[in-house]
């Protein structure tokens, strides 16, 4: 891992990852909304809602797995000052609110049919509210400094603390009683999910996933070029 | 004809599906362009920069 704390080395890796990224996200997307929308069964008891399954389940596993991401980055940052590290979590976190914000609207339009209610103060819905705002308080933080490594600081602290709400997120549903439904695909016995409506949702989830990695790279790039180019005006100046 | 009706009302369910998989799709390629242009940007920000660089050392050691 220390290999790729060379920022040079590391646009490499990320110039050599990202057309597969986009590549497998553009086609895993395409073959997983024609099975979303098209080849697959409405459910016995939902109906048609289930297909909000496809985008919400996704959304909100890329919201938790962007989470993780972004506090390991920042605990790589924090423990050795690797640079790039802090880029990946800075890259990841406008990415990470998106994710949860779908899942957060999606999950409340599949609500208000299947609960009758847009939204319930529980422990499921709360917890993914709070991690909304987690992302939200880590990108203001990131910019209120001046001095952008104290910003920097300050911001990977933060989601560290924070990532104390992931695990909460996922065990809530069977810490809590809530009108949420329990996991169906990760889970010690296995899938309760029939291969029918189990293959769109797989296929969503490596395209939500190839997608973050797309988008992630875009980002990256991004934020080395600028950072290249605030050294060279300082330079300059 | 009946059938395409059939399919886009999702069962009575239309104003729930449809919203959710649009919102996401609208979400999605939203932060996809915004991140495309931001590199552009970059990309041009760098050239320009270190074109002027280039140049005043250039004008400092002929």
């Known amino acids: ?237 | 004809m009946d059938m395409i009706r059939d399919y886009f009302a999702m069962g009575g369910y239309a104003s729930f599906v449809w919203p959710a998989f649009g919102l996401s799709a609208v979400v999605v390629v939203a932060l996809l362009v915004v991140s495309l242009r931001n590199l552009r940007l970059s990309e041009a920000a760098l050239a320009e920069l270190r074109h002027v660089t280039l140049l005043s050392e250039e004008e400092t050691h002929p």
């Open chain 1, 1 to 237: 891992m220390h290999r790729f704390a060379n920022p040079t080395r590391f646009v490499a890796l990320v110039r050599a990852v990202q057309p597969w990224a986009a590549g497998i996200a553009l086609v895993t997307l395409a073959a997983g909304l024609w099975f979303s929308l098209i080849a697959s069964p409405a459910d016995y008891q939902q109906g048609e809602t289930v297909r909000i399954m496809y985008v919400h389940v996704p959304a909100a596993w890329m919201a938790m797995f962007c989470y993780s991401s972004m506090a390991g980055a920042s605990a790589v940052t924090l423990v050795w000052r690797h640079a790039v590290a802090h880029v990946v979590a800075r890259a990841t976190a406008p990415i990470g609110a998106s994710f949860t914000f779908l899942a957060l609207a999606t999950g409340s339009l599949w609500g208000k049919p299947m609960w009758g209610t847009w939204w319930v103060w529980d422990a499921r819905l709360t917890s993914v509210l709070i991690l909304l705002f987690l992302y939200l308080g880590y990108m203001a933080i990131e910019n209120a400094f001046d001095d952008r490594a104290r910003g920097s600081r300050a911001a990977a602290i933060l989601a560290i603390v924070g990532a104390v709400n992931v695990p909460i997120i996922k065990f809530s549903v069977d810490w809590w009683n809530t009108l949420h439904q329990p996991a169906s695909v990760v889970r010690l016995d296995g899938p309760a999910i029939h291969p029918s409506m189990l293959t769109p949702l797989v296929l969503m989830a490596v395209g939500y996933t190839a997608l973050y990695l797309w988008i992630l790279a875009l980002r990256v790039r991004a934020d080395i070029n600028m950072s290249k180019v605030r050294a060279l005006t300082l330079r300059g100046a």
